[in-house]
């Protein structure tokens, strides 16, 4: 019998995202729990996707420095034009 190794423990954190449209094929996406975290793109999905790559390589900053995140808590609500969207993200 072949034995296996342990799994590693990867890190999952909460994105919780705020997407608004900004323009014809345009659109806005912001990590509103840590400041500066947002992406854009010509579509929803593409501007969530840019946040989540853009969350990844913050939180994976904080991960390997051993800092603790500056949560923005609690979160602000959502302004009428705008989506909320949760996200779990594994580094």
Not at 4 to 16: D, E, G, K, M, R
Not at 42 to 59: G, I, Y
Request: charge should be neutral; aromatic fraction near 6%.
């Amino acid at each position: 019998m072949k034995e296996h190794s342990p799994l590693a423990s990867t890190p999952v954190f909460n994105c919780l995202v705020h997407v608004r449209q900004t323009g014809s094929d345009a659109y806005e996406a912001v990590a509103i729990e840590l400041d500066g975290v947002m992406g854009q793109g010509s579509t929803r999905r593409d501007a969530l996707a840019s946040v989540v790559a853009k969350f990844k390589t913050v939180m994976a900053d904080y991960v390997a420095r051993g800092e603790a995140v500056p949560w923005k808590r609690p979160a602000p609500a959502p302004a009428p034009h705008e989506q909320q969207v949760f996200i779990a993200v594994h580094l």
